[in-house]
């Protein structure tokens, strides 16, 4: 009688609950607001579906990572033509005056494995790098704008400007200019968007995923699905996370990018039997501004290779002109965090200042100033006054200077003799006044994440597909390690959205069929 007493309880309690619970049905569900998720839900609307989009910001704060972006994303083209039919209004003064170049698939593909080891997946890089311009154009399609990146991406050399880096445009008003661009292309599609939405769990039995509970402005709350689409980012806003996947450390990391980015969604998969993969120590870290808090912007500062960079002992340990600054600023973050007391100094002197990047420019930004080596030593916050000097003197002894200086090709202008080599874009540093910006690192957004196949399934520990249930943007892994070329990512959410959305809605139509 007892036991019945209780089970009798129990069954009130729980009808109690289930009563309180809102309950929404759709056809997908997209978790996360960030390019690739506002990407998947256009795509599956324009595919037929009805779209639920879950986001957990509240609506000021929408878009993800997506939002902290310049929007500068990275395509294969073939030149100027090209560059045309996703920038319209390029004028012909902007074209003479411009060498814009051409950046192969197979260059983006070569990139992709050069930058990350060739450890790369194979498909999923090929994906990338094959459906890089027909991305572009199909964003342009809903109206999404791009403008060329003078002065970050290409300087003015003999009166004209040359690209380099495999990156040449930007979207209109940066990550947030995009991100808008796509929310309001999916509001006027008919996708409705939550936001203050967190998804914990995953609606799922053995025939697949149906749904998601989330807490709405706090509610615990469902929503019955035929497909969900993960897109909610990495875990480079959990201190927990970084600490545990990426190492000691990576809790004294600033973190960059959305305060949201907590790795729920990827836990979420993780808790019904989905696969990871990529490299789970691994992320996107830079170095920017000593002292800001988290999440604040402007912490980047990413014109090291026209500098130098020192420790506290005053010493050089890393080569700053390796490459160019989109193949190695999201690695040298890492670095950075393994000096002593994680901190640097950029160092210039007056022959670059010029070209120093608009985030130099900004009033919270921890910089000194100097007329002299010596008085610069002095200011140089934690940093040995008499180790800094000396690698000054051996540095700028060191310098070819029969090679000249060009900020837009790999000039060559290198050291020679030293420990730790430059091997592009010496000056030496002589021409007061200098400049110098205390730098730590910045996690921007982790490798880890769900394994997709090439349909952007989310695959399961035995690599069977887990039916209903798509990833796209930085919830997935697989494509970068150790470091990533620099608009990869943006382009990445954008091509595996288009097709998790695409793909949603086939499942669902073929399930309809399947079931009629």
Not at 109 to 123: F, G, I, K, L, S
Not at 222 to 249: D, W
Not at 251 to 271: C, K, P, V
Request: one cysteine or more; charged letters at 25%.
């Amino acid at each position: 009688m007892e036991s019945a007493f209780f089970k009798d309880i129990f069954g009130k309690v729980r009808q109690i609950i289930m009563s309180e619970i809102k309950i929404y049905e759709t056809d997908v569900v997209v978790v996360g607001a960030g390019n690739a998720a506002m990407c998947a839900a256009i795509s599956a609307r324009e595919n037929g579906a009805n779209v639920l989009v879950l986001e957990k910001a509240p609506e000021a704060e929408k878009g993800g990572n997506s939002t902290y972006t310049h929007g500068s994303i990275r395509f294969a083209y073939d030149g100027v033509e090209d560059l045309k039919e996703i920038m319209p209004d390029l004028s012909p003064e902007d074209i003479e005056s411009s060498d814009f170049g051409v950046y192969s698939e197979e260059e983006f593909y070569e990139d992709m494995c050069r930058v990350t080891n060739y450890r790369t997946d194979p498909e999923l890089a090929s994906i990338l790098t094959g459906k890089s311009f027909e991305t572009m154009k199909w964003l342009t399609s809903h109206k999404v704008r791009w403008v060329p990146i003078y002065g970050r991406q290409a300087f003015k050399v003999d009166g004209k400007f040359k690209f380099w880096g495999g990156m040449i445009v930007e979207s209109v008003g940066g990550g947030p200019g995009l991100v808008e661009a796509l929310h309001q292309e999916a509001t006027s599609l008919g996708v409705q968007t939550l936001f203050e939405a967190m998804a914990t769990e995953l609606i799922h039995d053995d025939e697949g995923v149906h749904g998601v509970i989330f807490k709405h402005k706090g509610k615990t709350t469902k929503v019955y699905a035929k497909a969900v689409i993960l897109s909610s980012g990495g875990f480079h806003a959990n201190p927990e996370m970084r600490t545990r996947y990426l190492g000691p450390k990576w809790d004294l990391a600033h973190a960059r990018g959305s305060r949201f980015n907590t790795g729920e969604g990827i836990q979420m998969a993780l808790n019904i039997g989905a696969l990871s993969s990529g490299n789970w120590s691994g992320c996107h870290s830079v170095g920017g501004d000593r002292y800001l808090p988290d999440f604040t912007e402007g912490f980047q500062k990413l014109s090291y290779p026209f500098g130098i960079l020192v420790n506290a002992e005053g010493k050089r340990f890393v080569d700053e002109g390796a490459d160019f600054r989109n193949y190695t600023y999201a690695k040298y973050g890492r670095l950075i965090l393994e000096q002593p007391g994680q901190f640097a100094w950029q160092i210039f002197d007056q022959k670059v200042s010029r070209l120093l990047r608009e985030e130099y420019k900004g009033r919270q930004v921890t910089k000194v100033k100097a007329n002299t080596l010596e008085e610069l030593a002095e200011k140089l916050e934690g940093v040995d006054a008499e180790g800094f000097l000396q690698s000054v003197k051996e540095y700028n002894a060191s310098i070819r200077k029969d090679i000249p200086f060009n900020p837009n090709i790999k000039d060559g202008r290198c050291t020679e003799g030293l420990a730790v080599r430059k091997s592009n874009w010496a000056n030496t540093l002589e021409d007061g006044p200098f400049e110098a910006y205390a730098v730590t690192c910045g996690i921007t957004f982790t490798f880890g994440g769900l394994k997709i196949n090439s349909t952007t399934e989310v695959q399961d520990v035995l690599s069977h597909s887990i039916p209903g249930l798509y990833a796209a943007g930085e919830v997935v892994g697989g494509l970068f390690y150790f470091n990533y070329p620099g608009g990869a990512g943006l382009m990445a959410g954008s091509v595996f959205g288009k097709i998790a959305g695409e793909n949603a809605a086939k499942f669902i139509k073929t399930k309809e069929i399947i079931n009629s």
